[in-house]
């Protein structure tokens, strides 16, 4: 589990965070969401190191990462997978030779090893074939599952996601929200996603945490989010008509059910 107590973060003269409060449970697809300048990029930011908050702590199960030293940080980095917006492939790269790099920069393996171990999360994000092509000559959906294939490579404890769907169409967008849930389940990784995409937030939102101007307005699940009463909330996610119909459709099934 991720926990952050307090946590608060300025610019020059403006601040972020205002002592954000929240946890990213174990086992579970944990989502962010808000507005564009919400400041939950900042969040995930501060969770992972890339800036350091003036305020508050940040503890992976248990040890506080604004407090550990350098070895101890590399250590916890070890831990974390990463899954960048752009996919952030190297295109010089074949698909194997890109699941490989993470091992070959922290890992004593063999080559023999290495491969095997690209492979083998090849394979579990269905690219079976595919270890030889390079990234131009795959599909954008293929090029988020090599990214996927190598944020799991060295089997981390904790895995964070920047707008896994970006750019992806919705068909597609389906199948990598359902990858990323299967995998934190079976793995029991503490994933965090950082999304605007309503239909990720509706299908796979297991722990949602919603940031409205650098406070953390509103936390719940999938389930939970249908029946909230907090405005912002309801704006946000059901801004569009197909969505406020998926509401008043399942509300409407709830009470029939009552009856």
Sequence with gaps: MIEVKNLTKSFDDKTILHNVSAKFETGKTNLIIGQSGSGKTVLV?????????EEGEILFDGRDLLK?????????????GMLFQGSALFDSETVLGNVMFPLMMFTDMSQAEMRDRAQFCLERVNLKGADKKYPSEISGGMQKRVAIARAIALNPKYLFCDEPNSGLDPKTSILI?????????????????????????????????????????????????????????????????LFQ?????????EHRLKR
């Design 245 to 253: 119909h998926v509401k008043d459709y399942v509300i409407s099934h």
């Design 68 to 80: 550990m030293d350098i070895s101890q940080t590399k250590a916890l980095r070890e831990e974390i």
């Design 45 to 53: 930011k501060s969770i992972v190191g890339l800036v350091r908050p």
């Design 177 to 241: 929200d359902e990858l990323l849930s299967d995998i934190t389940h079976e793995y029991n990784i503490t994933t965090v996603i950082n999304t605007h995409d309503m239909n990720s937030v509706l299908g796979i939102g297991e722990n949602i945490i919603f940031i409205k101007n650098g406070y953390r307005e509103w936390v719940g699940d999938m389930n939970e989010i249908y029946r909230t009463s907090n405005e912002a909330l309801n704006e946000f996610v059901f801004a569009t008509d």
